[in-house]
């Protein structure tokens, strides 16, 4: 049976570049997006005389306690979750501003409602839908990600514990248990992830740092990090008598690896950069394409490479991994991720 957790819920528990609430400034606006399902929101207005009407919320990332924005001057503030229960109360102070402590944090995919106790009234009151943030863990260099270049041990390293850490930079630690693993840009990202038994050393407490990496070892690799499926056969009769088989297996039912048109799976074969980040986005569900950029903000952020072309195989795995970016709420982990900003 397939396991249905994903490899964010199940290991990248610190993917916390995690969810936001957005308020949008017009009217317009929320009316074009409330039919994309990106963000619903009941926005106030502004008088005449220049005073506040209405809710304004800051963005809320998950896990707050806290919620703040702009109101009428002086204005009672509740916050209520989906089915009216109160989380909080507070007051705008003489400039308009709130902040509102919460009995407990805001929960990832949650709707809450921001009101002016005050005024009450249906058109008075702000309703957030949450989004998801997600991080890149590839870099290029000299504007080339290099896509069918190998990838070493230490670069493996260096995705698995970004993604697991849902940021870029991952630094901290001088020594390893490895011998050849220490004061490196890799050691606090190899430490991590062979402390959690993901990644392995070899006899003679050495890591190997610089080595290329196999597709059957990062096969192996991926079964010891996300959710995969208890049957183990495939179809590649060139790795049915690899050590890798079995991790093969479990990764290619989960719908995580995939071989070559031969029919071949090739497990002692380098693995290459574009093969690396396809593979960890399906594990991920990570699922960016061309439909994914229909209403997307802060396009001129995006970066791509002069290598890796539209019609690169992996084009659009690579942007997802090399682009810090929000998407909108799935109802299913399958769906194509409707990106609503590059950040």
């Not at 009941?42 to 896990?63: C, M």
């Not at 950029?293 to 539209?310: A, E, N, Q, S």
């Amino acid at each position: 049976m397939k396991k249905t957790a994903t490899l964010l819920a199940a290991l990248l528990l610190a993917t916390s570049a995690a969810a936001s609430y957005e308020s949008v400034a017009y009217a317009s606006a929320v009316e074009a997006r409330v039919d994309k399902g990106v963000v619903a929101v009941h926005h106030g207005r502004v008088a005449e005389d220049g005073s506040v009407r209405g809710i304004f919320i800051d963005k809320i990332l998950s896990g707050a306690r806290t919620v703040t924005g702009i109101a009428a001057v002086e204005k009672d503030i509740v916050v209520k979750n989906e089915k009216g229960v109160v989380l909080g109360q507070g007051k705008s102070d003489e400039n308009g501003r709130f902040s509102v402590a919460l009995s407990r944090s805001i929960q990832k995919g949650e709707k809450i409602v921001v009101e002016d106790a005050s005024q009450g009234a249906a058109e008075e009151v702000a309703v957030a839908v949450a989004s998801e943030g997600r991080a890149a863990y590839v870099r290029g260099k000299n504007n080339r990600m290099r896509p069918d270049d190998g990838v070493s041990r230490a670069e493996v390293a260096m995705m698995l514990a970004r993604l697991r850490a849902g940021r870029m930079d991952i630094y901290g630690k001088k020594k390893t248990g490895y011998k050849d693993a220490s004061h490196a840009w890799f050691t606090t990202a190899v430490d991590d992830m062979s402390r959690i038994g993901v990644l392995k050393g070899y006899p003679g407490n050495s890591f190997r740092p610089h080595r290329n990496m196999s597709r059957g070892e990062f096969a192996a690799v991926l079964s010891r990090m996300a959710p995969v499926s208890d049957r183990d056969t495939h179809p590649f009769t060139d790795a049915a008598r690899h050590w890798s088989s079995k991790s093969v297996g479990r990764a290619y039912n989960a719908g995580y690896l995939q071989g070559y048109p031969d029919g071949r799976f090739q497990p002692e074969k380098k693995i290459t950069r574009a093969e690396a980040v396809a593979i960890l986005n399906r594990a991920a569900h990570r699922n960016t394409a061309a439909a994914s950029f229909r209403d997307t903000r802060d396009m001129h952020k995006l970066t791509g490479f002069i290598d890796v072309r539209p019609d690169h195989w992996a084009y659009f795995h690579i942007l997802d991994a090399a682009n810090d970016h929000r998407i909108g709420e799935k109802s299913d982990a399958k769906d194509v991720d409707q990106w609503i900003r590059v950040e």
